[in-house]
């Protein structure tokens, strides 16, 4: 299975968009590849590039565009992705603080009306578990894959 396809299939729809442009990246990677290849071939006697006596000016600089491209989206990337953790921490903390303290205030009430608020409490807590665990698998994701998808930007 191509690497691509693992990723776009591991990815969540509910952060979907925040996962690393893969496909951009990896055309990049590819033209790398493709301007060593044509570097080697016009290379004096098939020598290696790193050891031949005339260094081609154009493909040097090439590179170090192509380099300098690569590293750019790199870096948008992962501004991106910081962005949405960012996010997503703090719209938890506010939900967090927000159950908590209905919590505080129904164990400070007694009546028989508590029952329905505890059971929307208990509920409003499962859902706020879900999510944390929605973003738990984004971020078990994001070390081991990268957060990388095929999705064009």
Same mark, same amino acid.
């Given at each position: 299975?191509?690497?691509?396809? +693992? ?5 969540? !729809?509910?952060?979907?968009?925040? $996962? %690393? ?5 990896? =055309? #990049? ?42 590293? +750019? ?5 992962? !501004?991106?992705?910081?962005?949405? $953790? %960012? ?5 938890? =903390? #506010? ?59």
């Amino acid at each position: 299975m191509k690497f691509g396809k +693992f990723i776009q299939g591991q990815q969540t !729809e509910w952060a979907g968009p925040q $996962y %690393l442009n893969y496909k951009a990246l990896k =055309k #990049v990677i590819n033209a790398v590849e493709a301007l060593a290849e044509s570097a080697q071939a016009a290379a004096p006697n098939n020598q290696p590039v790193l050891l031949a006596t005339t260094v081609d000016v154009t493909h040097m600089a090439e590179f170090q565009a192509l380099k300098t491209a690569f590293f +750019f989206k790199l870096e948008r990337e992962l !501004e991106k992705v910081n962005a949405f $953790y %960012l996010q997503k921490e703090s719209e938890f =903390k #506010v939900r967090l603080r927000s159950l908590v303290d209905k919590k505080k205030v129904l164990k400070g009430r007694k009546s028989s009306q508590n029952l329905a608020a505890l059971v929307t409490l208990k509920e409003a807590f499962a859902s706020f578990q879900q999510d944390l665990a929605k973003l738990q698998v984004c971020i078990v994701l994001s070390p081991l894959h990268c957060c990388l998808t095929t999705s064009q930007t």
